[in-house]
């Protein structure tokens, strides 16, 4: 491995995409927050309320039908989108208008929508699991408080890449690093885990 000087290591450079719906929020390397170590979260809402998103990368043990009152007969995988409001669930998927209600995020992603309309596609098999996924839980952030983080150097937003979204990809955040180009490409040379040190 080449020589990289100590703090380069840390250096997080600002990527100049602008922190909105639709883009990608990436956790940079001995954040302080370990909740969110190694961490890709898809941004939902930015403004003058807060901002608040779901976490890509985070994998659960257990299945919709494990939490539904009603068995839909599906095994799709929940994902713990952040640490507020882990009792309630969640989705994110691609069908628009098919699903009443559903909230758009930006590319073609929407928020949501009537749960009627999404139980009828989903018990007549017409929901595909690389376009929803669904979540116990969310990331979300007061009034000015990631716009400090990123001051702090604990965030880069990244572009929005679609196949990232429902990506079943257990190394999504090196993944993400190494889109970003070779001024992060150091950042993949860090161990897990790395702050505790």
Not at 5 to 32: H, Q, Y
Not at 173 to 188: C, E, I, N
Request: aromatic share 12%; net charge negative; charged share 25%.
């Amino acid at each position: 491995m080449p020589y990289i000087p100590k703090n380069d290591f840390i250096k997080v450079r600002a990527t100049n995409i602008p922190l909105e719906g639709g883009k990608l929020l990436l956790a940079a390397p001995f954040m302080p927050d370990t909740y969110f170590d190694k961490t890709v979260i898809l941004m939902v809402e930015q403004g003058e309320d807060g901002s608040l998103g779901f976490i890509l990368n985070r994998a659960m043990h257990v299945t919709l039908n494990d939490v539904v009152k009603r068995k839909l007969n599906h095994s799709f995988s929940l994902y713990n989108g952040g640490p507020v409001e882990l009792n309630k669930l969640f989705f994110i998927h691609t069908y628009g208008d098919l699903i009443g209600g559903s909230e758009p995020i930006g590319n073609d992603l929407y928020l949501g929508g009537d749960e009627h309309d999404l139980e009828s596609l989903l018990r007549e098999g017409l929901v595909d699991e690389h376009r929803i996924r669904f979540y116990l839980g969310y990331s979300a952030w007061s009034p000015g408080q990631l716009e400090r983080e990123m001051t702090e150097k604990s965030w880069v937003v990244t572009p929005y890449f679609k196949d990232c979204v429902f990506s079943d990809d257990g190394q999504l955040w090196r993944t993400v690093v190494g889109r970003l180009g070779k001024a992060y490409a150091h950042w993949l040379e860090i161990p897990d885990k790395a702050y505790y040190n």
